[in-house]
C-alpha cells in the first residue's frame, strides 16, 4: 500500500503565493505519475497538475505559467508551487499517484491524499 501525507494549504489573498508539498511512502515501483488534483464547491475534480518520474510535466489550461510541478524522487515528494493565485483557484487539493497494478482490473491503482483546503480571497 501507498501512503501520501499533504502539506502547505492555507489561506491568502489574490496575487500571492502557496506551496503544497506530498511526502510518498509505502509500496511505490519507480515508475508512476504523480499529480495534484482539486474540487471546488459545486464542481467535479480536476487535474491540476502531473509529474511522471521520468520527469514529463502537463498542466491544466487555467493555471499555465501560473503553477509549477515538481519531483524529488530521492525524497519521495511532490511539490505545487502556486504563484499568482486567483479566487477561482479556491478549492481543495489533493496528492494523487498511480502506477500499474496487476491486481486492479485496468492494471493501474490510484492513491489519494487526505486533501488540503487552498483559500484565495479578493
Known amino acids: 500500500q501507498v501512503q501520501l501525507v499533504e502539506s502547505g494549504g492555507g489561506l491568502v489573498q489574490a496575487g500571492g503565493s502557496l506551496r503544497l508539498s506530498c511526502a510518498a511512502s509505502?509500496?511505490?515501483?519507480?515508475?508512476?505519475?504523480m499529480g495534484w488534483y482539486r474540487q471546488a464547491p459545486g464542481k467535479q475534480r480536476e487535474l491540476v497538475a502531473a509529474?511522471?518520474?521520468?520527469?514529463?510535466?502537463n498542466y491544466a489550461d487555467s493555471v499555465k505559467g501560473r503553477f509549477t510541478i515538481s519531483r524529488d524522487n530521492a525524497k519521495k515528494m511532490v511539490y505545487l508551487q502556486m504563484n499568482s493565485l486567483k479566487p477561482e483557484d479556491t478549492a481543495v487539493y489533493y496528492c494523487?499517484?498511480?502506477?500499474?497494478?496487476?491486481?486492479?482490473?485496468?492494471?493501474?491503482?490510484?492513491?489519494w491524499g487526505q486533501g488540503t483546503q487552498v483559500t484565495v480571497s479578493s
Open positions: 494523487n499517484l498511480n502506477q500499474i497494478a496487476v491486481w486492479t482490473r485496468s492494471g493501474f491503482a490510484d492513491y
Open positions: 509505502g509500496s511505490i515501483i519507480s515508475i508512476n505519475t
Open positions: 509529474a511522471t518520474s521520468g520527469g514529463s510535466t
